[in-house]
């Protein structure tokens, strides 16, 4: 159970606390307090504000990029022979 009272910021109403979301594998949730959305970290209890703005619900992602290696770009579709005769 966590004590929101004790890790978010001062001043802040929890009459409406809702968790609208998690990053699972990260630990962090985030929790709506009227219109502003925090993450809290569930291992460290850090809080972070991160929006402000009604929103219901939390859906966290991730994208990356691989990028190509020198060796495929060179072997690739557009290699062609220097001299075609």
Request: aromatic content about 8%.
């Amino acid at each position: 159970m966590i004590e929101l009272n004790a890790v978010l910021p001062v001043g802040v109403v929890l009459t409406t606390a809702k968790v609208i979301g998690s990053a699972e594998g990260l630990g962090i949730i985030f929790v709506r307090v009227a219109d502003v959305v925090y993450t809290v970290d569930l291992k460290t209890y850090k809080v972070k504000k991160v929006y402000e703005g009604t929103i219901d619900l939390v859906f966290p992602y991730a994208s990356f990029c691989t990028p190509v290696s020198a060796a495929l770009e060179d072997e690739g579709p557009s290699a062609s022979p220097s001299s075609a005769r």
